[in-house]
């Protein structure tokens, strides 16, 4: 039914760009926040950037300025285009949707607030 495919990911070194792609399958991106969180070995899930209602974005502090997410409608895929690239992007980076929303949640970047989630992309940054 519902399925959210990552791909993309890759080795690059610091100072490269990467763009990461999620196909979604089953839903579609209305009333929905979309969009991209990561995970390292011993840390915990934390939001990178998202897409709320009426397509604004919220990012991450420590990638403001580099990621930027985007969706295309017609083909319910999203992205994340990133630049700049630093060892501490290091992770697994998994796409994930919240179910349907009537309003603006409180915490767009909380990995508890989503409900779908892809299997993730490995992305490496070498210094």
């Known amino acids: 039914q519902v399925q959210l495919v990552e791909s993309g990911g890759g080795s690059v070194q610091a100072g490269g760009s990467l763009k990461l792609s999620c196909a979604v399958s089953g839903i579609t991106f209305r009333s929905r926040y979309m969009g991209w969180f990561r995970q390292a070995p011993g840390k915990e899930r934390e939001g990178v950037a998202v897409i709320g209602l009426g397509g604004g974005t919220y990012s991450a502090d420590s990638v403001k300025g580099r990621f930027t997410v985007s969706q295309d409608n017609s083909k319910n895929t999203l992205y994340l285009q990133m630049n700049t690239l630093k060892p501490e992007d290091t992770a697994v980076y998994y796409c994930?949707?919240?179910?349907?929303?009537?309003?603006?949640?409180?915490?767009?970047?909380?990995?508890?607030?989503?409900?779908?989630w892809g299997q993730g992309t490995q992305v490496t940054v070498s210094s």
């Open positions: 994930a949707a919240t179910i349907t929303q009537i309003g603006n949640i409180k915490t767009p970047l909380s990995a508890s607030e989503y409900n779908y």
